[in-house]
RNA sequence: GGAGGGAUGGCAGAGUGGUUGAAUGCACCGGUCUUGAAAACCGGCAUGGGUUUACGCCCAUCCAGGGUUCGAAUCCCUGUCCCUCCGCCA
């Protein structure tokens, strides 16, 4: 949601954001309905006063034991106007707010230019290859007996999979990993949070009232969360915090469900690209002055896990074309999949500054001050689940007996084990 | 699922149709007093919006949205949330 006096002000620095993500200008369309809907209700608020007035007189000669029938018939009069000047307002009112929330965010002034994800731009790699080329998660997890998709198909459809065995384990035992990093050593509040959330929970996060068709509608008034930075944002929704107990940070582990509207055709083999699939997110809502310093920091400790467990990686900041709706500033991070021989999007870490606070109403406020501010908030996988998997998977791989060794930080979580084998 | 009760300022809590944007207490801020602090006392203390060069004036807001009325925190309808009892249930 965007600031109508922002608007107001800079006209054509909106103009211009709005220009580098490729959508037209919209200033000044929307502040000629914003004087309009001024001009309405100047006059309405006229005549509301003149009301307020003359019924007060009505109780006044009342009590005086007057009649107050020609004030009673003049004010019944006046409503007439007033209802018509009512509904225009509102009428206007909800123009404005369908096109300010269905505006993108304003970008940060370094995000790169450019129409799509080929002029994202790189700015670290983490890592060596030491598996540049091999077999992908599909082949190698349905040859160890642990990977099925027609199973899975045979009960939901494309696009899910039926983990089994010692890759159902691993799974398992890379989400508790994560979550003990940013809990143990990042100072996250691990949460447990409701994966069903109706639409105002989606609305401050920005899904809605644009993106409903990515989503999973329920036959009930809920929607499966497509991310649980859905819950843990909206935590703070409607609240003043003390900015004292800023930054918040938070972390879940959580399945997520999207409908991949527009992905028909794309990422159809292995896992991928699902409809459900587990990751763990962080989420953190900073006073205005820390959120920059808090996405690097976001950042690297999305980073932190995969160095962890040793999959080489790149960081990229996407560029303004490419650049999701809620966010000023997004950094990705792609693991190197041998299967496809290049890095895929591993984690998305995004500053969405005051873009969801204004949405959900979050608001902060220093000691001793009145004056509120909205918080901003950052989210960012920390990491995706399924897709670390794909990379150990695939990193990982022994080809000379169809395994996969166990990453040494995963030891703990699977027993011991070393290696996941086909069991003979 | 059935029956009932509730939602008022940062918090607690009055207020059932006419100067109620809202008593009172607590918290908070400023001051007096004090070596300092506490106590006591005095004063201040909601938010959003419109309009104005400005002082200011005005409008809206007592969970949300509709409605009744000359006039609504107060009456009616719908929704949301919370509580109690009954039923069901991992």
Not at 23 to 40: F, P, T
Not at 324 to 331: D, H
């Amino acid at each position: 949601m965007h600031d109508i006096k922002y608007i107001r002000e800079n006209p054509n620095d909106f103009d211009a954001t709005m220009a580098r993500r490729g959508l037209d200008g919209m200033s000044a369309e929307i502040l000629a309905l914003d004087e309009d809907r001024r001009a309405v209700q100047t006059t309405l608020q006229e005549l509301q006063a003149k009301r307020n007035e003359e019924s007060q007189k009505v109780g006044e000669i009342k009590k005086a034991g007057g009649n107050a029938s020609d004030v009673i018939r003049l004010v019944a009069e006046m409503k007439k106007d007033m209802a018509k000047l009512e509904d225009q307002e509102r009428e206007l009112a909800f123009a404005i707010k369908v096109r300010l929330s269905e505006l993108p965010n304003i970008l940060a002034g370094d995000v790169p230019d450019g129409a799509g994800e080929d002029e994202n731009v790189e700015i670290r790699k983490w890592g060596e290859v030491k598996v540049p080329k091999g077999p992908d998660h599909a082949e190698i997890g349905e040859k160890l007996g642990m990977m099925d998709f027609e199973t899975a198909a045979k009960m939901s459809g494309s696009r899910f999979t039926l983990l089994s065995g010692g890759l159902a384990r691993m799974e398992r035992a890379i989400a508790q990993f994560f979550l003990d990093i940013h809990t143990g050593e990042h100072g996250y509040t691990e949460v447990s949070a409701p994966l069903l959330v109706r639409d105002n929970a989606l609305y401050g996060t920005g899904q809605l009232p644009k993106f409903a068709e990515d989503l999973f509608k329920c036959t009930t008034d809920h929607w499966l969360i497509p991310t649980s930075e859905v819950p843990l944002t909206n935590i703070v929704a409607e609240m003043i915090v003390d900015e004292e107990d800023l930054p918040r940070r938070y972390t879940a582990f959580t399945p997520c469900f999207r409908s991949e509207a527009g992905a028909a055709g794309k990422d159809t083999r292995g896992m991928l690209r699902q409809h459900q699939f587990y990751k763990v997110e962080m989420v953190s809502v900073t006073a205005p002055e820390d959120s920059e310093a808090e996405h690097e920091r976001m950042t690297q400790c999305a980073e932190a896990v995969l160095q962890k467990l040793e999959i080489p990686f790149r960081t990229i900041v996407l560029c303004s074309g490419d650049t999701g709706f809620g966010a000023r500033k997004t950094y990705d991070i792609e693991a190197w999949l041998p299967g496809q021989e290049t890095y895929r999007e591993i984690s998305s870490v995004s500053n969405c500054w005051d873009f969801q606070a204004r949405r959900m109403n979050a608001r902060c406020r220093a000691k001793g001050e009145k004056q509120t501010r909205f918080v901003h908030t950052l989210n960012g996988s920390g990491v995706a689940v399924g897709r670390a998997l794909i990379a150990v998977i695939e990193n990982y791989h022994d080809p000379s007996d169809g395994g996969v060794w166990v990453p040494e930080v995963l030891k703990p979580y699977m027993g011991g084990v070393g290696k996941v084998v086909t069991s003979a």
